[in-house]
């Protein structure tokens, strides 16, 4: 069973403040592992927060802008009538579970993902793929709607127009319900952080959290020792890595000469001149003080090193 939530008259802040009462179908491949923009810490942090973040961007703005578009193009494509839910859905047998769908199809059971992608991400959906986070939101969708089949429909800018039809994978499902499930009572019931993944986005949430440093010190238990060991061996490795990269690239240019492209069946290379404009800011300090005040700012950030004792 279902219960729905009337989203019709509801504020843009009251719609984020209930988001934080469960995991909704963008978190699922998020607390997966699968969304190169979102990581299982970034959510725990979005749904623990008891402030509202209302984080926008041009790229967001304009899915958003663009889904009656696509919707459009979907219905042209297939003859299939959609609507609007003006619902947020919640799973009663799993009550940490919503959807916040972007149409359903008029006739069937089954719901409409519309997306928006960069020309530049185009090879993500080449011969038939789909990015696994999208495949895991709309079963996510599946799981909390009880539809048996959701439809994913993506414009790629300037370029194509695709359309996937996504089944009821029960097996997956059920995968993705104990997943869920187990980091809402793990993780965010118990406010215990998930453990990092080593991404930027880990990175930006951990600086969130600690923003400033202050004048303590504390102990570093000895469990620690090895993790800092095998730091020390994976730097020493992508020395090692990089040195051989330039190696190879010395080797190149070697044999380009004063060529600037050199191409075979398989590869093109270019070695060009570039100029670069930088601004000498020495030297503005000492012959321009003024101006250099005028325009500098601090910026604040914590640095990491490590030392052996």
Same mark, same amino acid.
């Given at each position: 069973?279902?219960?729905?939530?009337?989203?019709?008259?509801?504020? /843009?802040?009251?719609?984020?403040?209930?988001?934080? &009462?469960?995991?909704?179908?963008?978190?699922?491949?998020?607390?997966?592992?699968?969304?190169?923009?979102?990581?299982?810490?970034?959510?725990?942090?979005?749904?623990?927060?008891?402030?509202?973040?209302?984080?926008?961007?041009?790229?967001?703005?304009?899915?958003?802008?663009?889904?009656?578009?696509?919707?459009? %193009?979907?219905?042209?494509?297939?003859?299939?009538?959609?609507?609007?839910?003006?619902?947020?859905?919640?799973?009663?047998?799993?009550?940490? *579970?919503?959807?916040?769908?972007?149409?359903?199809? =008029?006739?069937?059971?089954?719901?409409?993902?519309?997306?928006?992608?960069?020309?530049?991400?185009?090879?993500?959906?080449?011969?038939?793929?789909?990015?696994?986070?999208?495949?895991?939101?709309?079963? /996510?969708?599946?799981? =909390?709607?009880?539809?048996? =089949?959701?439809?994913?429909?993506?414009?790629? $800018?300037? %370029?194509?127009?695709?359309?996937?039809?996504?089944?009821?994978?029960?097996?997956?499902?059920?995968?993705?319900?104990?997943?869920?499930? &187990?980091?809402?009572?793990? /993780?965010?019931?118990?406010?215990?952080?998930?453990?990092?993944?080593?991404?930027?986005?880990?990175?930006?949430?951990?600086?969130?959290?600690? +923003?400033?440093?202050?004048?303590?010190?504390?102990?570093? +238990?000895?469990?620690?020792?090895?993790?800092?060991?095998?730091?020390?061996?994976?730097?020493?490795?992508?020395?090692? *890595?990089?040195?051989?990269?330039?190696?190879?690239?010395?080797?190149?240019?070697?044999?380009?000469?004063? &060529?600037?492209?050199?191409? &075979?069946? /398989?590869?093109?290379?270019?070695?060009?001149?570039?100029?670069?404009?930088? $601004?000498?800011?020495? %030297?503005?300090?000492?012959?321009?003080?003024?101006?250099?005040?005028?325009?500098?700012?601090?910026?604040?950030?914590?640095?990491?090193?490590?030392?052996?004792?």
């Amino acid at each position: 069973m279902t219960k729905r939530i009337s989203t019709i008259g509801m504020t /843009h802040t009251e719609w984020l403040e209930l988001r934080k &009462n469960g995991i909704g179908g963008s978190d699922a491949g998020a607390i997966c592992g699968l969304n190169p923009y979102a990581s299982p810490m970034s959510v725990y942090y979005d749904k623990t927060q008891v402030e509202i973040e209302d984080y926008d961007n041009e790229a967001m703005r304009q899915g958003r802008d663009l889904e009656d578009y696509v919707a459009k %193009r979907f219905t042209e494509e297939t003859g299939k009538k959609v609507r609007r839910s003006n619902v947020m859905y919640w799973s009663e047998a799993h009550p940490f *579970m919503y959807a916040n769908v972007d149409r359903l199809i =008029v006739g069937e059971d089954a719901g409409l993902e519309c997306k928006t992608a960069s020309p530049y991400s185009e090879d993500k959906w080449k011969d038939g793929k789909i990015p696994e986070h999208y495949q895991i939101q709309c079963h /996510h969708y599946m799981a =909390v709607t009880g539809a048996s =089949v959701w439809y994913l429909a993506v414009v790629i $800018l300037g %370029r194509e127009f695709k359309l996937y039809e996504i089944k009821r994978d029960e097996t997956l499902i059920n995968d993705l319900i104990q997943i869920e499930k &187990n980091f809402w009572n793990q /993780h965010v019931s118990k406010g215990l952080m998930p453990e990092p993944d080593g991404s930027q986005i880990c990175d930006e949430i951990i600086r969130k959290y600690y +923003p400033t440093a202050e004048q303590e010190t504390t102990i570093l +238990p000895s469990g620690f020792n090895a993790k800092l060991e095998r730091r020390m061996e994976l730097i020493q490795l992508m020395e090692r *890595m990089q040195t051989e990269q330039r190696a190879i690239e010395q080797e190149i240019k070697l044999y380009m000469k004063n &060529n600037n492209l050199a191409f &075979n069946e /398989h590869y093109r290379i270019a070695w060009n001149e570039v100029e670069t404009l930088r $601004l000498d800011t020495k %030297r503005l300090k000492q012959e321009r003080p003024e101006v250099y005040d005028e325009y500098a700012y601090k910026s604040h950030s914590r640095r990491f090193t490590v030392r052996a004792a």
